[in-house]
C-alpha cells in the first residue's frame, strides 16, 4: 500500500521541529520553544541561531551572531553583476536560486561538510539573501543600489536596503515577527528537497537550490503570491463569497487553504499572521485584510477549509510596501534558517534518502528494432 504524497509517511529523524496535533490544538515548536512564545518575545537572527545551534543564546552570543550576520551582508561584486545583467523580466525567486549557484562557485570550500564549514556556509547564506532580493528589486526597477547598514538589524536591513529609507518600527516588528514565523517547518517539501540533496552528499549550496525550486511551487510557497493575486481580483469583500463559489464549482483550488499537516486544526502560524494582518490594517491599508476575512468565511462556509500560512501572508506584504513577486523571496529570507539547519543535521547523521516506486507501467515487452517497426 503506498500513501499517495507521501502522506503521513516518517521519512527521517529530526530535532529541528515539532508539529503534534494535541487535544484538537497544533503545537509548532522550534527546539522545543513554542512558537507563540517566539512569535512574542524573540527576533528572527535569535530564532535563526537557535535552530543552528539547538539551543538559545546568551545575550553577548546573540549580540556576536548578529554581528557576524551583518558582517556577511555585502555581496561580492560577480553576484552584483549577475543581478545587473539577468534579464529585469526574470522572477525573482529564479535570480534567487541563480544567485546561490553562483556563490557557490565562489565558495573554495564549496565541498567541505564539516560542521564548522557548514555554520559558516549558513550563517553566509542567511546574511546574504537579504541583499540579494533587495538588490534584484533595485537594479530591475532602475534604482540605485542601497548597502547594508550595519545599524539596522536582519529585518529593518531589508526593508532599508529594498526601499531606500528608515522603515517604521511596526513594519520592521511585522516582517521580523513572519521570518521568524517562517524560520522552519519540519519536512515541508523544499526542506525534504534539500535533505534529499544534502543525503547524496551534494554541497550547501546545491542543496539550497533544491529547496529554493521547489519552494516557488504554488502548492508551496508560490501560494502567497498567488493568494495576492485573489484578493486583487474579488478587489470587494462582498463579491468574495461568488469568487469562491464559483472557483470550487470548476474544482479549482482557492490559494492560501489547505495543508497536509493541519487538516481540521488551525495552523499556529496562521493565528500569528492574521493578528499581525490585521494590526497591519489597522495602521496602515485595511481593504486587504478585509478581503481576506470575506474570502476565509466563504471558503470555511462552503468546503470547510482552514486559511494556512501563505494566506494572510499576502494581506501583511502587501501593507508592508513589498511588490506580489517577492512574496515567495520573503518566505525564503525565512526559511533559509530552517533549510540550512536541516542540511547540516543531515550531513551529521546521514544516509542516501532513496526510496522505491510501486512500478505500474507495462512489463516484459518485446523489443522490435525501429527498421521493423510500423
Ligand atoms: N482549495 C479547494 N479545495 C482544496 C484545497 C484548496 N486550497 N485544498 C484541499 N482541497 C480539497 C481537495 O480538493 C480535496 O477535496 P475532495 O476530497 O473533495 O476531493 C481535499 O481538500 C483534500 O485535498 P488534498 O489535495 O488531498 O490535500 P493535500 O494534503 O494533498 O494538499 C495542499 C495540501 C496544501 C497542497 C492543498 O491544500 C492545496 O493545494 N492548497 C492550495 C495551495 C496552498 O495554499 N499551498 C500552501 C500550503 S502551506
Same mark, same amino acid.
Given at each position: 500500500?503506498? &500513501?499517495?504524497?507521501?502522506?503521513?509517511?516518517?521519512?527521517?529523524?529530526?530535532?529541528?521541529?515539532?508539529?503534534?496535533?494535541? #487535544? *484538537?490544538?497544533?503545537?509548532?515548536?522550534?527546539? *522545543?520553544?513554542?512558537?507563540?512564545?517566539?512569535?512574542?518575545?524573540?527576533?528572527?537572527?535569535?530564532?535563526?541561531?537557535?535552530?543552528?545551534?539547538?539551543?538559545?543564546?546568551? =545575550?553577548?552570543?546573540?549580540?556576536?551572531?548578529?554581528?557576524?550576520?551583518?558582517? &556577511?551582508?555585502?555581496?561580492?561584486?560577480?553576484?552584483?553583476?549577475?543581478?545587473?545583467?539577468?534579464?529585469?523580466? $526574470?522572477?525573482?525567486?529564479?535570480?534567487? @536560486?541563480?544567485? /546561490?549557484?553562483?556563490?557557490?562557485? !565562489?565558495?573554495?570550500?564549496?565541498?567541505?561538510?564539516?560542521?564548522?564549514?557548514?555554520?559558516?556556509?549558513?550563517?553566509?547564506?542567511?546574511?546574504?539573501?537579504?541583499?540579494?532580493?533587495?538588490?534584484?528589486?533595485?537594479? @530591475?526597477?532602475?534604482?540605485?543600489?542601497?548597502?547594508?547598514?550595519?545599524?539596522?538589524?536582519?529585518?529593518?536591513?531589508?526593508?532599508?536596503?529594498?526601499?531606500?529609507?528608515?522603515?517604521?518600527?511596526?513594519?520592521?516588528?511585522?516582517?521580523?515577527?513572519?521570518?521568524?514565523?517562517?524560520?522552519?517547518?519540519?519536512?515541508?517539501?523544499?526542506?525534504?528537497?534539500?535533505?534529499?540533496?544534502?543525503?547524496? !552528499?551534494?554541497?550547501?549550496? %546545491?542543496?539550497?537550490?533544491?529547496?529554493?525550486?521547489?519552494?516557488?511551487?504554488?502548492?508551496?510557497?508560490?501560494?502567497?503570491?498567488?493568494? !495576492?493575486? !485573489?484578493?486583487?481580483?474579488?478587489?470587494?469583500?462582498?463579491?468574495?463569497?461568488?469568487?469562491? =463559489?464559483?472557483?470550487?464549482?470548476?474544482?479549482?483550488?482557492?490559494?492560501?487553504?489547505?495543508?497536509?499537516?493541519?487538516?481540521? $486544526?488551525?495552523?499556529?502560524?496562521?493565528?500569528?499572521?492574521?493578528?499581525?494582518? =490585521?494590526?497591519? %490594517?489597522?495602521?496602515?491599508?485595511?481593504?486587504?485584510?478585509?478581503?481576506?476575512?470575506?474570502?476565509?468565511?466563504?471558503?470555511?462556509?462552503?468546503?470547510?477549509?482552514?486559511?494556512?500560512?501563505?494566506?494572510?501572508?499576502?494581506?501583511?506584504?502587501?501593507?508592508?510596501?513589498?511588490?506580489?513577486?517577492?512574496?515567495?523571496?520573503?518566505?525564503?529570507?525565512?526559511?533559509?534558517?530552517?533549510? $540550512? %539547519?536541516?542540511?547540516?543535521?543531515?550531513?551529521?547523521?546521514?544516509?542516501?534518502?532513496?526510496?522505491?516506486?510501486?512500478?505500474?507501467?507495462? &512489463? #516484459?515487452?518485446?523489443?522490435?528494432? /525501429?527498421?521493423? @517497426?510500423?
Amino acid at each position: 500500500m503506498i &500513501k499517495s504524497g507521501m502522506e503521513d509517511v516518517i521519512a527521517c529523524q529530526s530535532d529541528i521541529c515539532r508539529i503534534e496535533i494535541e #487535544n *484538537g490544538r497544533a503545537i509548532l515548536e522550534y527546539r *522545543g520553544y513554542d512558537i507563540h512564545d517566539l512569535a512574542k518575545h524573540s527576533c528572527y537572527e535569535e530564532v535563526a541561531y537557535l535552530l543552528l545551534f539547538g539551543e538559545l543564546p546568551s =545575550k553577548s552570543e546573540l549580540e556576536y551572531f548578529k554581528a557576524e550576520l551583518a558582517d &556577511k551582508r555585502e555581496l561580492p561584486p560577480q553576484i552584483i553583476g549577475l543581478l545587473t545583467h539577468l534579464p529585469p523580466i $526574470t522572477h525573482p525567486m529564479v535570480v534567487l @536560486r541563480t544567485a /546561490i549557484s553562483y556563490l557557490g562557485s !565562489m565558495d573554495k570550500y564549496i565541498h567541505h561538510r564539516s560542521y564548522e564549514k557548514s555554520i559558516e556556509k549558513a550563517k553566509s547564506l542567511i546574511a546574504k539573501f537579504p541583499t540579494i532580493v533587495a538588490y534584484y528589486h533595485r537594479i @530591475r526597477t532602475g534604482q540605485n543600489l542601497v548597502h547594508p547598514n550595519d545599524d539596522f538589524d536582519h529585518a529593518a536591513n531589508f526593508l532599508y536596503m529594498l526601499h531606500g529609507e528608515e522603515p517604521s518600527w511596526t513594519s520592521i516588528k511585522a516582517l521580523d515577527l513572519d521570518l521568524i514565523l517562517h524560520a522552519d517547518h519540519e519536512l515541508n517539501a523544499s526542506t525534504f528537497a534539500a535533505r534529499i540533496a544534502a543525503s547524496t !552528499m551534494a554541497d550547501m549550496y %546545491a542543496s539550497v537550490v533544491a529547496a529554493t525550486g521547489t519552494l516557488m511551487g504554488p502548492l508551496h510557497g508560490g501560494a502567497a503570491q498567488k493568494v !495576492m493575486e !485573489m484578493l486583487r481580483e474579488v478587489a470587494v469583500p462582498w463579491r468574495a463569497e461568488e469568487y469562491v =463559489k464559483e472557483k470550487l464549482e470548476r474544482k479549482e483550488r482557492i490559494m492560501g487553504f489547505g495543508h497536509r499537516v493541519y487538516k481540521k $486544526t488551525m495552523d499556529p502560524r496562521t493565528i500569528e499572521l492574521k493578528v499581525l494582518a =490585521k494590526k497591519l %490594517a489597522d495602521e496602515k491599508e485595511p481593504k486587504w485584510y478585509e478581503i481576506s476575512e470575506a474570502i476565509a468565511e466563504a471558503v470555511y462556509k462552503l468546503k470547510g477549509l482552514l486559511p494556512n500560512v501563505d494566506f494572510y501572508s499576502a494581506s501583511v506584504y502587501a501593507n508592508l510596501g513589498i511588490p506580489d513577486d517577492l512574496f515567495i523571496n520573503i518566505f525564503a529570507l525565512g526559511r533559509i534558517a530552517g533549510w $540550512t %539547519a536541516h542540511i547540516i543535521e543531515q550531513y551529521e547523521n546521514n544516509r542516501l534518502i532513496r526510496p522505491r516506486a510501486l512500478y505500474t507501467g507495462g &512489463k #516484459n515487452k518485446h523489443y522490435v528494432p /525501429i527498421e521493423e @517497426r510500423d
